[in-house]
């Protein structure tokens, strides 16, 4: 399975644009990047995903390498629920269910 | 829809004694998933299954037995506690490369 790579931890101003950097330079062709997110004592909830393209949703924006050797989490405006623990994940079509999680990375918003 | 549901939220075992954690969802997705999380720590893959009757190991499988008979259901059962299992335990339910659902918990504590 491609590994990825992220900062452990990041720092963001309330009202401020974050972006959480990922990469994964051994992905395949078909591996979708899927970012998910850990507020405290909860469990993961989805963020967003693409396979090759820039992606935005109500949530966030996702923005894919050329060579798709990484990827950029951006939050628009950061809130203090903001604040969790995000985890890029590559899913290979085939593999759905068997998410791989790395250690992720910590977000602080500060006020 | 109610989503992914886990019960119990909270468990506390004695070593040896043996248990079922429940999970089921209602949203009809072929792909299931069990996820323990460690303290500080991200989540790991216990056990997965494809579709009623599939069901194959994940990172962590020891000490560990599932099967899913239903759809709906999927069942992770604790053989003989160890207090190396004390943990936090996440399911999850997913069709195909798309989101990723996630349930409450379970918090357990082996003794």
Same mark, same amino acid.
């Given at each position: 399975? @491609?590994?990825?790579? /992220?900062?452990?931890?990041?720092?963001?101003?309330?009202?401020?644009? *974050?972006?959480?950097?990922?990469?994964?330079?051994?992905?395949?062709?078909?591996?979708?990047?899927?970012?998910?997110? /850990?507020?405290?004592?909860?469990?993961?909830?989805? *963020?967003?995903?693409?396979?090759?393209?820039? *992606?935005?949703?109500?949530?966030?924006?996702?923005?894919?390498?050329?060579?798709?050797?990484?990827?950029?989490?951006?939050?628009?405006?950061?809130?203090?629920?903001? @604040? @969790? *623990?995000?985890?890029?994940?590559?899913?290979?079509?085939?593999?759905?269910?068997?998410?791989?999680?790395? /250690?992720?990375?910590?977000?602080?918003?500060?006020? | 829809?109610?989503?992914?549901? =886990?019960?119990?939220?909270?468990?506390?075992?004695?070593?040896?004694?043996? #248990?079922? &954690?429940?999970?089921?969802?209602? #949203?009809?997705?072929?792909? #299931?998933?069990?996820? %323990?999380?460690?303290?500080?720590?991200?989540? %790991?893959?216990?056990?997965? +299954?494809?579709? $009623?009757?599939?069901?194959?190991?994940?990172?962590?499988?020891?000490?560990?037995?599932?099967? %899913?008979?239903?759809?709906?259901?999927?069942?992770? %059962?604790?053989? +003989? $506690?160890?207090?190396? =299992?004390?943990?936090?335990?996440?399911? $999850?339910? +997913?069709?195909?490369?798309?989101? =990723?659902?996630?349930?409450?918990?379970?918090?357990?504590?082996? &003794?």
């Amino acid at each position: 399975d @491609a590994k990825t790579t /992220q900062p452990n931890s990041m720092e963001s101003n309330e009202e401020e644009p *974050v972006h959480l950097p990922c990469n994964h330079s051994t992905i395949s062709g078909t591996d979708y990047i899927h970012w998910y997110r /850990q507020l405290p004592s909860q469990g993961p909830e989805y *963020v967003i995903h693409g396979l090759t393209s820039n *992606v935005n949703n109500r949530m966030a924006s996702l923005a894919i390498a050329e060579d798709r050797k990484s990827s950029t989490l951006i939050l628009h405006r950061a809130t203090l629920r903001d @604040a @969790a *623990v995000y985890y890029c994940i590559l899913i290979l079509p085939g593999n759905t269910g068997k998410l791989i999680f790395g /250690q992720g990375t910590t977000l602080q918003v500060k006020p | 829809n109610a989503g992914v549901t =886990q019960t119990p939220k909270f468990q506390v075992l004695k070593t040896g004694q043996s #248990m079922t &954690l429940q999970c089921a969802q209602d #949203m009809n997705h072929e792909y #299931m998933s069990w996820y %323990r999380q460690d303290p500080g720590m991200g989540l %790991r893959l216990i056990h997965y +299954s494809v579709g $009623a009757g599939i069901t194959d190991q994940g990172e962590v499988p020891n000490g560990y037995n599932v099967s %899913r008979s239903t759809t709906e259901d999927f069942p992770l %059962r604790l053989l +003989s $506690a160890a207090p190396s =299992q004390t943990s936090v335990y996440f399911c $999850a339910s +997913s069709r195909g490369v798309d989101t =990723q659902y996630f349930g409450p918990g379970t918090r357990l504590t082996v &003794l």
